[in-house]
């Protein structure tokens, strides 16, 4: 990977944990502009709780979200046990 490469992938990760962090929508709605606000919110929520960047108090926060709504992991499988976190 050059330099450039390398500044635009870290300013991509910046820019992605900042969203995940607030749950900013209008992050999502970037690249998926017509999708409803609960979608846009799931979209968020899955991303931040499979995401090891992300503080442990605040992938908890979105487990409990999927987990209060029935949703399951990205991958299709079940969230995993309340207080473990995907690696």
Request: hydrophobic fraction near 40%; glycine fraction near 4%; include cysteine.
């Amino acid at each position: 990977m050059n330099e450039l490469d390398d500044s635009a992938l870290r300013a991509f990760i910046t820019e992605r944990n900042l969203a995940l962090i607030g749950l900013d929508e209008s992050y999502v709605a970037k690249t998926v502009p017509k999708a409803p606000a609960e979608m846009r919110l799931l979209i968020l929520h899955k991303s931040r709780y499979e995401c090891t960047a992300m503080p442990d108090n605040l992938r908890n926060e979105s487990r409990a979200w999927l987990a209060e709504r029935g949703y399951q992991r990205m991958t299709g499988t079940p969230l995993l046990p309340e207080g473990e976190l995907p690696e």
